[in-house]
């Protein structure tokens, strides 16, 4: 399409050249110009859906994702569902005057399966699918971004006749990138962007293919009111991480087709991985496909799940040397949150582990038995003393204590923080934000003062079973909840 231009601009270079024209400027200005056009018709630079090519329909295609797809999610699923049905059922929708819906926004934290509902939602409604994110509209140039935001709806239109389809869907993840509130001076770029995402929101012709928008963010907090006043994306859905049984459908789906052995109990992972995302269990299930294929085994097991599960928690595992004498110290200190842990909830160690991955040298691995969203004071008590218990039993064990607590200090100050915002330390019922530091301070020390001494009896009177398992963590390196209780049960009875 462009090669006559180009031949026509060839042909009048060499004629100038030939008349004897100094060439030079006239380079630099065309050069200029083209990199102009080049960014702001977006013609080749980002994004699928600016990319023009023989493959672009099947860019734009119908997502082969269904809602049946993602696990967990059930009350997100269902709200997502019904808001599409508005948008499927139009006619019925005029026949009460209902406002067709323009947008709806789904929030939650990374990885949780926003982009996986925004696919499902185009399939369900037999749309075609077009996917951009905040930051690729935004540029140095004034105008760029709307113009972005134009192509993408026409785009979405004209992919929409090209397959006969009745609507499109637009899924723009990171909206917050050009939604966000603006203080002070305003950026004009991004206001201007906003400006014209609204406009194409707002301006459904009639007899035009609708075009249905559905936004992702992390941070619903950010967005400007005019992103999420009524008549806008006034449909929010949250997304959240999932529960124990949505974890477990989770991974439910992603085993699905890879040699899993019958010991695989897919319960007990979805137990032991509280506080993961949809992401991260989808990496747990490839990690431990990984290390069963590192080993030769023929089928992924339990083993192969718990060293996928440290991995995505804890990093990679690294050959970290140690000296005898340091890893000792870290074997005392891990047995001491595991023993004060299993006496205080019992059943919740799920591992005590001397291989140092990530930052840590060795680590205790629990399980909540359930999901827990609220916490007594007792609860918060029982926390703020396993996370006392490593420096516990090095006092006990060195009647010294070492620099490797510093995170334990750390959360367990967090826990007695939040004991005093929620009202249950000695202070009673306060504003957090007007209580004087020093008292603040006083209150977090007595609390932790008052619990390490408890702890500390605790790790006294177990020396004994600290000893014990002391020679087997070290030559083992792991030591098994199971395995664990099962000495502990021993040295109680005894
Ligand atoms: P971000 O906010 O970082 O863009 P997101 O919420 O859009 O993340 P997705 O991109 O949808 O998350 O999910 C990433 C991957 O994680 C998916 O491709 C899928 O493998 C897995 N995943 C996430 N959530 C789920 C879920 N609920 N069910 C099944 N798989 C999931």
């Not at 690294?318 to 110290?329: F, G």
């Not at 826990?415 to 504003?431: A, E, F, P, R, W």
Request: hydrophobic fraction near 40%; include cysteine; glycine fraction near 8%.
């Amino acid at each position: 399409m462009y090669l006559p231009f180009i031949g026509a601009g060839l042909g009048t270079i060499l004629f100038l050249a030939y008349l004897g024209v100094p060439l030079l400027p006239m380079i630099v200005i065309i050069g200029i110009g083209v990199a102009i056009w080049y960014y702001s018709s977006a013609g080749t630079k980002v994004g699928s859906y600016w990319n023009k090519g023989s493959s672009q329909d099947q860019r734009n295609a119908i997502p082969n994702i269904q809602f049946t797809d993602i696990g967990g999610q059930t009350k997100a699923k269902q709200e997502l569902m019904e808001a599409l049905d508005f948008l499927i059922q139009q006619e019925k929708m005029k026949d009460y005057g209902i406002q067709p819906l323009k947008g709806i926004l789904l929030t939650g934290p990374p990885g949780t399966g926003k982009t996986l509902m925004a696919k499902a939602a185009a399939h369900y409604s037999d749309a075609v699918f077009l996917t951009a994110s905040g930051s690729e509209f935004v540029e140095m140039y004034v105008g760029v971004g709307a113009n972005r935001v134009r192509q993408l709806f026409s785009q979405a239109r004209k992919a929409a006749k090209n397959q006969k389809k009745n609507r499109a869907v637009i899924f723009i993840d990171e909206i917050d990138v050009i939604g966000a509130k603006r203080e002070g001076s305003q950026h004009k770029e991004y206001d201007q962007t906003l400006n014209q995402l609204l406009t194409e929101m707002d301006g459904i012709k009639k007899n035009d293919i609708p075009v249905f928008v559905i936004a992702a963010t992390n941070r619903k907090d950010l967005l400007d009111s005019a992103l999420t006043r009524p008549g806008r994306f006034d449909r929010h859905i949250a997304v959240d991480l999932p529960d124990k049984a949505g974890r477990k459908h989770i991974l439910s789906l992603h085993v699905k087709g890879k040699p899993i052995h019958d010991e695989v109990d897919l319960d007990k992972i979805a137990r032991e991985t509280f506080g993961f995302s949809g992401a991260s269990l989808a990496s747990v299930v490839n990690e431990a496909a990984i290390y069963a294929m590192r080993d030769e085994a023929k089928q992924i097991k339990m083993k192969h799940f718990a060293q996928a599960v440290d991995k995505v928690l804890m990093g990679e595992q690294i050959d970290r040397a140690t000296s005898t004498e340091d890893k000792k110290r870290v074997a005392i200190h891990e047995l001491g949150h595991a023993l004060v842990a299993e006496l205080l909830e019992p059943n919740s160690v799920a591992q005590v582990v001397l291989t140092p991955r990530g930052q840590a040298l060795g680590y205790v691995r629990h399980h909540p038995k359930e999901d827990r969203y609220l916490h007594t004071k007792s609860q918060l008590e029982k926390q703020v003393m396993i996370c006392l218990a490593g420096t516990a039993a090095e006092e006990t064990w060195y009647q010294n204590r070492s620099t490797g607590a510093k995170n334990d200090y750390e959360q367990a100050i967090h826990l007695c923080k939040t004991m005093i915002d929620t009202g249950l330390s000695s202070l009673g019922i306060i504003d957090m934000s007007l209580i004087d530091p020093d008292k603040l301070s006083k209150e977090v020390t007595h609390i932790l003062n008052e619990l390490y001494e408890q702890t500390l009896n605790i790790t006294k009177r177990h020396y004994s079973f600290l000893q014990d398992c002391l020679n087997l963590l070290l030559i083992e390196e792991r030591i098994d909840g199971e395995q664990f209780r099962d000495l502990l049960a021993r040295e109680l009875v005894s």
